[in-house]
């Protein structure tokens, strides 16, 4: 492997070249355990870039929509779209390059590494005299390669560490080679993930843990390993930084709404998030998140199917729906109640009027023909 060197940054390269050596004392000499407490130390160091750049990204991810709606506004007019943009960013007090310019701040750290760690085969490397004290190193390329086989410090897990995918492979370590490469796609792609809402942005992020199981093909072991471990701690602190800023509880509402129409891998997802913030709030690092239950997200009474309300429980629901029967005959019973009285009223009319008549019709009688000639 070609390590880059950068002018002026020789302290840096001895400094990672004594902290491999002094830690790989701690674990018996062994350069692969070594290698994964260095990358920790490393990360825990670099640790508030780190936070940095997930703020910057989780601010990015929050300006997206609006983003999309400038673009699709101004289409047409580039410069136009350029100033609004700027003009968004300086809004929400967000730039744009807030994400790079911590992995940039990393690279000299990346190459060091790549340095230190290739010195771990290559014995004329100025690093082998501090990684390796008092160890002469061989002369000719049979006996490197004899040395280099055969050294204790440079086997973990069954496989030499300075060894690449490749030669791992022709060796007969194809277990080794395989879980090498399966990891370093896998984590790599779950790190990429974890700040990607958008699917046209999770297809582009596939491409570079892709590119990365290449790499764990064609290089050393022991860089592989430095890219698993860093791809794992990334992870961690991902997930604690963006469970903290609640970036994943509008998601998981989405999941809960759908109850049971929702997909095995995402009822899993779910419970695993859940799990993990219930862990989170346990030890105080964010707020009990204020979430309906499954059964309130996806029940008649929800929002989501528009009947009922919200805060009326299933029981109420149906005992008003059972009254509402009772009501209606008791309106209509009351009506005809109500009209009885006014159709007898009518029958007392009528029978009195006609005894009026019959009483007229006796006091003042007929008066009879007369029969007289």
Sequence with gaps: MTAVTIPGLDWLYQAIAYALHWLSSLVGGNYGVAIILLTIVMRIIILPLSIKQTKSMIAMQKLQPQL??????????????????MKLYKENKVSPLGGCLPLLLQLPILFAMFEVLNSLSNPKSDYFAILFPGQRPPATKAAISSWVASAPQLQFLGMNITYTGQKLWTSGDYVQVVTLVVLTVATGYVSAKMMTVDPRQSKMMAIMPLMMGIFAWILPAGVTIYFITTNLFT??????????EGFYDEKLAGLRKLGDDAKLYQRLYLKFMETGTTAMVAVRLREKPKVKSRKQASGPGSKASGTGSTSEPKAQQATSQA?????????????????????????????????????????????????KK
């Design 68 to 85: 999309k709606e400038i673009q699709k506004k101004y289409k047409d007019d580039r410069e136009k779209m350029g100033q609004e943009m």
């Design 235 to 244: 992870m961690v602190q991902q997930y604690v930084q963006l469970e903290h």
């Design 323 to 371: 009254k509402k029967p009772a009501q209606t005959k008791a309106k209509a019973a009351s009506t005809a109640k109500s009209d009885k009285p006014q159709a007898t009223g009518s029958k007392k009319t009528k029978s009195a009027k006609a005894g009026q008549n019959q009483g007229k019709a006796q006091k003042y009688p007929a008066k009879k023909k007369s029969t």
